[in-house]
């Protein structure tokens, strides 16, 4: 089979539910991950993505639902799991004390494990990263363990390739070192990447399509500029936003108010809102969002202004 050919799977998940005793982790989830594509999973703690990539990748079992890949099912399936790597944190701890293991150890298994290993590549991460193949799991700085699992991902050249939280240790610097190795990569071999991360800002540009997982329902699943260009921020007199929301016909998602003054979110494109705003003669700054805040809006549930609708996937 070619590389073309691999990278053409998609990874589909059907009615997929899982709970942990009464907790409802998952409900009746539905995804397709298409390939060639770099994917942004998005939530908030708690809500359901360790357990849904564990679903996806065959590491954890479901309570109903479907899990495919390339129209195959990925449980028990070598030669489906053979193009998928789950690459998650590293723990300087195991159940029996502390991780004797070596980053060599480590190398060595997925070299195995891995059909697509590229063992070249490996060297070149772990020359650039100045890890040491000696040094010993639980001695390594969360920094360290970060990128022992990001030499995982990449060098495993799997064509669907899974990463849970990959910067989490990481300074600005490798973060962003990752991300354009990231992309390289992608643009290199057209493989598929699907990443978890609570730091959105920094990813928001490398990802194509955004997934946003809250209290186990996908909610969104769009291209990232798509996403956001679906909102905007309001800001000015309280009186003017309110009457530009009545004009429009939408509540705030979030609000924000300053005396007289209040800052707003709407599910509304900008250029809307600002004509809107226009052709009622009222003084409001009209301003885009980021993908962040965009989140914030949409799963930011304490102070809700108006809970979101939510959406299949």
């Known amino acids: 089979m070619t590389t073309n050919e691999q990278n053409a799977k998609s990874l589909v998940a059907k009615g997929v539910c899982k709970a942990y005793g009464k907790k409802q982790v998952l409900q009746n989830l539905d995804l397709t991950l298409e390939p060639g594509r770099i994917y942004g999973l998005i939530g908030r703690n708690g809500a359901g993505k360790t357990t849904l990539l564990g679903i996806l990748t065959a590491q954890n079992t479901l309570d109903a639902g479907s899990v495919s890949y390339g129209g195959a099912p990925v449980w028990e399936n070598p030669a489906a799991l053979a193009d998928i790597c789950f690459s998650r944190e590293l723990s300087p701890n195991l159940l029996m004390g502390q991780n004797t293991l070596k980053v060599r150890d480590y190398l060595r298994a997925a070299r195995v494990y891995y059909p697509h290993w590229d063992e070249a590549y490996a060297k070149r991460l772990i020359d650039e990263f100045g890890l040491d193949p000696k040094a010993k799991i ?11 699992t990001i030499v995982l991902a990449l060098a ?3 064509p669907l390739t899974i990463l849970d ?9 490798a973060r962003e070192r990752f991300y354009q190795l990231l992309l390289e990569d992608q643009m ?6 699907v990443v978890s991360t609570h730091i959105i800002e920094e990813a928001a540009a490398v990802f194509e399509e955004v997934v946003l997982l809250d209290e186990g329902h996908i909610i969104e699943k769009c291209p990232t500029d798509e996403l ?18 009545q004009k429009l016909g939408v509540a705030p998602l979030e609000a924000q108010a300053l005396g007289r003054q209040k800052a707003v979110t ?3 494109s900008g250029e809307r809102a600002g004509q809107a705003a226009v052709e ?25 202004a108006q809970a979101p609708e939510r959406k299949g996937a």
């Open 138 to 148: 639980y001695k390594l700085s969360k920094g360290m363990l970060s990128m022992v």
């Open 156 to 158: 495993s050249r799997a």
């Open 165 to 173: 939280e990959p910067v989490a240790g990481l300074d600005v610097v």
């Open 188 to 193: 290199a071999t057209g493989r598929s990447f």
């Open 228 to 245: 956001i260009s679906q909102f905007c921020c309001v800001s000015g007199h309280e009186d003017a936003i309110n009457a530009l929301c």
């Open 266 to 268: 709407l599910r509304v």
């Open 280 to 304: 009622q003669g009222l003084d409001l700054d009209v301003s885009p969002l980021s993908l962040q805040k965009v989140f914030v809006a949409l799963c930011g549930h304490e102070h809700p």
